[in-house]
């Protein structure tokens, strides 16, 4: 639920947390790659990161993916799909549910951003997108990390969640000053 200025939510902690297992799984990735990846190869973490838990019907949902190169070697042909959000039920505003890089350096690191546009409401699961990259000779296919689930809400429905009570809130002071 969008905050009012100032205000404090509980799901903040949660988003804390959320990054703090991130970053968590990050560090632990690093480790692994260090020891794991041998001269010259890449190894990548792909990470599928939505901006918000909530979304309004007919305003736009925004996925981010970050792609790391943690190996040494370079990975060429990288091509990222996210089949989650169908076109049923969302319109691409911006990006592109597949997308190509011909090379990710080793060490480096690259993005994506896919903003949707949602037709209807409800829940989605957002899961994870698919990859493939070229090593050397072989193949490599994975998935990204996957994001949260999707609330879709109609536009009523939100300004009911996000409105401010002024007039409840004016009555409320009226009866208790009419009380004292």
Known sequence: RPLRPGAFSIPCVCVCSAMRQA??????????????VSAE????AVFKNLQQSYAVQGGEVVINFQIYNLGDGAAHDF??????????????????RTVSFEKIPAG??????LVLKPKTTGRFNAGAATYTYRAGKKNVSGQSTQAPLLEIVNQRDHERRSAS??????????LTIGVV
């Open 23 to 36: 970053m968590i799984a990050l560090v632990v990735l690093l480790v692994v790659a260090e020891v794991s």
């Open 41 to 44: 190869e890449p190894q990548l």
């Open 79 to 96: 091509k990222l799909e996210d089949t989650a959000y169908e076109s049923d039920n969302f319109d691409v505003v911006y990006g592109k």
């Open 108 to 113: 480096s690191s690259v993005s994506h951003t």
């Open 165 to 174: 009570f002024y007039l409840e809130w004016a009555v409320f002071l009226l």
